[in-house]
């Protein structure tokens, strides 16, 4: 399974692991992700997310619905 917010995308980038003697070598940088249950009153179900703490905070201020229809997660039952 891919490291991707399913709400903000947000997902790996690369970068160097830099050492005392500016030595670059290759590492990543993995996003915050969490697996989180919302309840989704239209649907009267539950719906299991894996979000960051940012797209946590999207959808308490914009509703889970407006969040799954911005990000375009289809919603199966």
């Given at each position: 399974m891919a490291r991707v917010c399913d709400?903000?995308?947000?997902?790996?980038i690369s970068g160097h692991r830099v050492s005392h003697s500016n030595i670059k070598t290759k590492r990543k940088f993995y996003p915050?992700?969490?697996?989180?249950?919302?309840?989704?009153?239209?649907?009267?179900?539950?719906?299991?997310l894996r979000v960051t703490p940012k797209g946590m905070k999207i959808i308490?201020?914009?509703?889970?619905?407006?969040?799954?229809?911005?990000?375009?997660v289809e919603?199966?039952?």
């Amino acid at each position: 399974m891919a490291r991707v917010c399913d709400i903000t995308g947000k997902k790996t980038i690369s970068g160097h692991r830099v050492s005392h003697s500016n030595i670059k070598t290759k590492r990543k940088f993995y996003p915050n992700l969490q697996y989180k249950r919302f309840w989704l009153e239209e649907e009267k179900c539950w719906v299991n997310l894996r979000v960051t703490p940012k797209g946590m905070k999207i959808i308490n201020k914009i509703g889970l619905l407006a969040a799954l229809k911005r990000s375009g997660v289809e919603i199966s039952k």
